[in-house]
C-alpha cells in the first residue's frame, strides 16, 4: 500500500566507502526525486528523473549517480562517502514532468550517517 | 540563497489556538506550495496556491499569497495536538523549474 517507499531506513557507514539507497513508488508516475535534508531542516533537490531522463541536476558532487532502471525506481548511489553527507534522503514522486507546479510525493527518507 | 524562508523558526501554543505561520520569498512565481513534516517522516502536501489568487482553503488552513510583498502566509485554525509538526513553504527556484523549500517553522501544540 506504501506509495513511494525507501530502503534502508538508517545507514552507517564509515567514510570511503560506496553505498545505495533504494526507492520505489507505486503511483504511476511520471518522474522522480532526491532531495536532501540537513540537520538544519534544509531540504534540497539533487535530483529528478522523467521517463528515464534526468531533467533537474543541481550542483551536487559527481560522487552522487541516481539510476532509474524503469519509471517506478529511481535509486541512488554514492562513492566514497564523506563527513558532510550525513543527512536525511527522501525520495519523491510526482504525476507530471513540471516540478513546480506538480505536488510531490515523499518516502519516509533514509538517515545515513558517515562515521 | 534560498526561495522561501519561513518566519517563525519554531511556534509554541495551545491546543484550540490558532497558529500563523509566514513564508517570503525572493523571485517571482507562478505558484507556491505548502508541506507538513512529522517527526522523522517524509513530507506531506498540503496546498498550493497560485499567482492569480489571494486565499485558498482547505480544511482548518487557510493560505495566502501577496505577490506584490513576495510573502504567503499559513493559518491553521483550531490546532489540535496532532499537527504539532515541520511546515515548509516550497516555491519554484530550485533550477530547471524545480522547487526549493524554506528551512520550516517547527509548531508544537500542547494539550
Known amino acids: 500500500d506504501t506509495a513511494v517507499s525507501q530502503t534502508p531506513k538508517y545507514l552507517v557507514t564509515q567514510m570511503g566507502n560506496d553505498k545505495s539507497i533504494k526507492c520505489e513508488q507505486n503511483?504511476?508516475?511520471?518522474?522522480m526525486y532526491w532531495y536532501k535534508q540537513d540537520s538544519k531542516k534544509f531540504l534540497k533537490i539533487m535530483f529528478s528523473?522523467?521517463?528515464?531522463?534526468?531533467?533537474i541536476n543541481e550542483t551536487v558532487p559527481n560522487r552522487f549517480s541516481p539510476k532509474s532502471p524503469d519509471k517506478a525506481h529511481l535509486n541512488l548511489h554514492i562513492n566514497s562517502l564523506e563527513l558532510g553527507d550525513s543527512a536525511v534522503y527522501f525520495c519523491?514522486?510526482?504525476?507530471?514532468?513540471?516540478?513546480?507546479?506538480?505536488?510531490?510525493?515523499f518516502g519516509p527518507g533514509t538517515r545515513l550517517t558517515v562515521l | 540563497s534560498q526561495q522561501g524562508e519561513e518566519d517563525p523558526q519554531a511556534l509554541s501554543i495551545q491546543e484550540g489556538e490558532n497558529a500563523t505561520m509566514n513564508c517570503s520569498y525572493k523571485?517571482?512565481?507562478?505558484?507556491l506550495q505548502w508541506y507538513r513534516q512529522n517527526s522523522g517522516r517524509g513530507l506531506v502536501h498540503l496546498i498550493l496556491?497560485?499567482?492569480?489568487?489571494r486565499e485558498k482553503h482547505s480544511g482548518r488552513l487557510r493560505v495566502t499569497l501577496d505577490t506584490s510583498k513576495k510573502s504567503s502566509s499559513l493559518l491553521i485554525t483550531a490546532s489540535r495536538a496532532a499537527d504539532t509538526a515541520s511546515y515548509f513553504c516550497?516555491?519554484?527556484?530550485?533550477?530547471?523549474?524545480?522547487?526549493?523549500f524554506g528551512k520550516g517553522t517547527h509548531l508544537i501544540i500542547q494539550p
Open positions: 528523473y522523467n521517463n528515464k531522463e534526468l531533467i
Open positions: 516550497a516555491a519554484p527556484g530550485g533550477g530547471a523549474d524545480g522547487l526549493t
Open positions: 496556491i497560485r499567482s492569480n489568487e
Open positions: 503511483l504511476g508516475h511520471d518522474t
Open positions: 523571485t517571482s512565481i507562478n505558484n
Open positions: 519523491a514522486s510526482s504525476q507530471g514532468g513540471t516540478p513546480s507546479t506538480d505536488t510531490q510525493y
